[in-house]
């Protein structure tokens, strides 16, 4: 079995992130790496999940979107947040605003 990457995501500062958030989400369910976990830190007013309802077209992804309701955390903070909760395996941050070939996790891996 492969070793779980963790992909960290920090979003809800702005709701108009909210639909680039979203398809982060779906990049993320994309990936053909086989065993991922997206840590969501959700520090909004509005869930990314329970408006999703997408699923993963490869096995192996699990979303898990955690809720704070401190708005005035750092980015650092709010990383830091998502490490505690995180086990072992590679972690990349995941860019709410940003788009990843469905390879990207593949290629981390293999370079790291």
Not at 30 to 36: E, G, L, S, T
Not at 73 to 95: C, E, F, K, P, Q
Request: aromatic content about 8%; charged content about 25%.
């Amino acid at each position: 079995m492969a070793d779980t990457i963790h992909a960290m995501m920090i979003t809800g500062k702005a709701p108009e992130r909210m639909p680039m958030a979203r398809v982060a989400v779906k990049a993320f369910l994309a990936q053909d790496y086989p065993d991922r976990c997206l840590w969501i830190i959700n520090h909004g007013d509005q869930r990314i999940m329970a408006k999703s309802g997408e699923q993963s077209p490869r096995p192996g992804a699990v979303i898990r979107e955690i809720l704070v309701s401190a708005k005035q955390l750092t980015l650092g903070a709010l990383r830091n947040l998502a490490l505690s909760h995180i086990g072992d395996g590679l972690v990349l941050i995941w860019d709410d605003d940003d788009f990843a070939r469905s390879d990207y996790m593949s290629a981390m891996r293999r370079y790291y």
